[in-house]
């Protein structure tokens, strides 16, 4: 609950804030809750809506574009097959870099991106969330969820291979 | 001249989520199987994004401050203590 509210807000402090309002809405509406949606899904919904009122409180959410393609367009030619290919890192990520690293790697990429994409990698490949209870969560269409997942992963490749890769 | 058909690495990349998520059409993972059968690049490239996913599934949630670990505590054993011995 924490990093999904530390998506919308910039500082720790408010993000344990909106998780701590969470709750007491939670405790407040819990004989409104009617069982449509699971316990996690409807708890997660509300966690959102106070993130991002608390976000456009601290006037830092902007709503950014999603656009721009997977991989940078300068690595193909102009037939669209790769020029620069995708170096070799998958094999020995781990024993290069370890786990720890990794992991503060993925971290950072992850706040770099867009709002929109990190919060649908947080629910859906951290916290292990299926598509549709993410878009119920962000009130996003499945094609939108489908394309913020797809950039966001993307991104966090690239900031994988950039480390990893001979050149990185 | 590509045929209709087929796919180029720079429409196969944007595909490569979507496939992982089996959420191409049946034409569309055919067209996008039929290309990574004929390139390593691409194959390597959705290995890549594989091992994305699974070096982010495994982020941990960070811990919570012991101060905001003991206000959940409070909060939640009030939120307890408030139920009507019928719900417990």
Redesign the interface.
Known sequence: M??LASTFVSS?AVA?EV??DT??AV?RGIERFEGRSSLRTWLLTILVNRARSAGTREARSVPIADAG???D?SR?DS????SS??E???ED?ENRLG?AA??TL??GALTDMPERQRAV?TLH??D?LR?DEVCEILSLTPANQ?VL??RG??H??QA??SALGENG | MLLSRDI????A??L???YL?G?LSRRERRRFERHLAGCP??T??L???R???R?????V??D??PQ?QA??SE??RR?RAELPADET
């Open positions: 924490l990093r720790r344990e998780v701590q709750w007491l405790v393609p997977a991989v367009r193909f037939t669209g097959h790769w290919p995708p070799h890192w998958v990520a786990a990794l992991a993925i971290r990698i490949d951290v292990g598509s489908r997942l797809h992963r993307s966090l490749r994988l291979e | 180029v690495c720079k429409q990349v944007e490569a989520s979507d998520e959420a690049h691409c390597e490239y290995r890549q994004m091992e994305t996913i070096l982010t599934g495994r982020l949630p960070e919570l401050s905001a206000e959940f909060l939640y939120w």
